[in-house]
């Protein structure tokens, strides 16, 4: 069980990091759809983009 003065911590930092936390929430939607979810078609496509961006 989670005590209030943790809770009220965890809003604290919630509201002061939501660059963070947005940042954290789409690292693990796209780790989730690449093991998970992707085609062999879709990782292409991804690795692609990929190179490409690395390459700026």
């Excluded at 604290?12 to 947005?22: C, G, I, P, V």
């Excluded at 954290?24 to 490409?52: C, G, H, N, P």
């Amino acid at each position: 069980m989670v005590s209030e003065a943790q809770k009220r911590a965890k809003q604290k930092w919630d509201s002061n990091n939501k660059e963070k936390n947005r940042i954290y929430r789409y690292r693990s939607y796209a780790r989730k759809f690449v093991r998970d979810l992707a085609t062999d078609d879709d990782l292409r496509e991804l690795q692609k983009m990929i190179t490409e961006r690395l390459g700026e």
